[in-house]
C-alpha cells in the first residue's frame, strides 16, 4: 500500500448576530457580492454560493491550509491509495458533530454513511436525492467523477472506501473541493420521509465551523459559530453576509464600519484605500482566467474562422486600461501562469481590425448581430463585466458587428448561460479550486463538461484525449506535455476570446485579525477575529 498521511489541519474563526442598524463586537460582517444560488455546493460551480455553503457550513475529507494550496486532513484523518491506485481508502476523524439548529437536530455524529450519501446521490441515477433542486451536479458530472468512481463503500463507522475505474491522478485534490462537501445523511433522509427534500439546498446542515441561521435573498444571511465544532469553536461569535452587489456602495459601508470586509473593491478605489490608515489593503496574484465564451455549436460561432476573426477584434489592452485600471495582464491560454504546465510558447490572438474585417467576409459573413452576456456582479476575474461587455461592443462595431449586451439576475444567468442552444457569447471567468491544470482545463472545456461548466459547449476530440490522458498518469512531466499541448489546440481553435488574468484584492478595517487571501477565490472566516 501506498500511504499518505495527512498533516494536522490547524484552523480557528468567527461567527454572528446581527440587529438593524449595528453589529455587535463579537460579530463579523463581509460585503458579499451577490446572493447564492443555493445552499447545497454540489449543485453549483459559483465561488459566490461557495461562500455562502461550502467555506462555512460544510467540511470536505480534505481541505486546503488556509491561504495555501497545501491539502490537510478535514473530515479524514489518512487516507491510503493502493498500488494501482484504483483504490482510496480515508479513515474519518471520530466524535464529529453535526449542527444543531431551529429546524434539526442531529441523533448522532457524522459517520462513513454521510461520505457515502453525500457522492452516491450525484452518482447514481436511481438515488432519490439524484434529481432535487435540478441534479445538475456541475462538479462531479463536468470532472467525469460517474465514470470515474465504480463504488464508494461504508467499511464501517469510520472508513470509507473508494474504488475507481481508473487511476486519477488530482483525485485527493479533487477531494478537497467544494463539490465534496459532506452533508448529512440522516437529516436528508428526514426531508425525503417529510416531502421536502428541496430543504437540503435551503436549511443547510453541516460540520463546519459555522451554522446557518437564516437568510433573506439579496439582503443578508445570518450564521452562528458552531459551539461543538471539531477543531474548535470560531472566535467570533456571528457572521453577517451583507448582500452588496454594487462594490462602490461596499467601500461606504467599509468606512462607516457596517461591514469589516470587502471582497471586491473598485480597482480604482484601491489607491485611496491603500492610503486610508484605517484599512488594510491585501493584494496577490489571481489563479484565474476571465474569457468571453462562444457558443461553438451555433452558426456562425460553430466556424472556427469566424471566432478567430472576432478575437482578432477585441482590443485587450483597451479592456485592461478601462476595466482593470492596472489589476490585470491579458490572458493567451486557458489556465493562469501561476499554475503548473502553463503553455509560454502558445501566441495570442493578435488585435488586427481589418484583417477580422477580411476573414469575416471570406467566410461569408456579413451584418452579424450577436449578444454579449454581461455578469451582474464582481468577479475576481472581471471587476466590471458591463463596461467591459462596452466595450468589446466598441471594438466589434468597428468590424461590422452589432452587439446587443444582456444580463439576468446572478443566479439566472448562471443557469441560462449553461443551455446547448444559448444565443450569444457569454462573459465568465474562473478561479480554480485545486491547484491543478484539470480543474481548468477539464472542467471548463472537457466534453463531458458541456452543458455544465463548458459554456462554450465545446467538444473537441482532438483536445478532449489529451487532458483524459493526462488525468492518468502520475509523472508531473508527462502530464505537463499533455497540458501543453492542450493549450496548442485551444488557441487553435479558439472556443473563447481569453481576456485576462487579474489580481486578487481583498479590503477590511484594521480591526478584522489574521483574514488570509484565498489561493481559489474563496472567503474564509474561520481563523479570523476582530480585535477589542
Known sequence: MILNKLQLLGLAAIGIAMSSTSYAQDTLVYCSEGSPEGFDPALYTAGTTFDASSRQVYNKLVEFERGTTVIAPALAESYE??????????????????????FFTPTRDFNSQDVVFSFERQRLADNPYNLVSGGTWEYFNGMSMPDLIQSVEAVDDLTVKFTLTRPEAPMIAN??????SIVSEEYATALLEAGTPEKLNQEPIGTGPFKFIAYQK????????????????????????AI??????GYQKLLAGECHVLGYPNPADVATMQEDDSLTVLEQEGLNVGYLAYNTTVP????VNVRKALNMGINKQAILDTVFQGSGKAAKNPIPPTIWSYNDATVDDEYNPEKAKEMLAAEGVEDLKMKIWAMPVVRPYNPNARRMAEVMQEDFAKIGVEVEIVSYEWGEYLKLSRELDRDGAVLLGWTGDNGDPDNFLAVLLGCDAVGNGNRAQWCHEPFDDLIQQAKVVSDQAERTDLYEQAQTVFKEQAPWATIAHSVVYKTMRNEVQDFKIDPFGGHIFYGVSLAK
Open 81 to 102: 491509495i493502493s498500488e494501482d491506485g484504483l483504490v482510496y481508502t480515508f479513515k474519518l476523524r471520530s466524535g464529529v458533530k453535526f449542527h444543531t439548529t431551529s
Open 300 to 303: 456562425p460561432y460553430d466556424n
Open 175 to 180: 477531494m478537497g473541493m467544494d463539490f465534496a
Open 218 to 241: 439579496d439582503a443578508v444571511i445570518r450564521y452562528q459559530a458552531h459551539e461543538d465544532y471539531w477543531a474548535g469553536k470560531a472566535s467570533i461569535d456571528n457572521l453577517v453576509f
Open 244 to 249: 452588496t452587489p454594487d462594490n462602490s456602495v
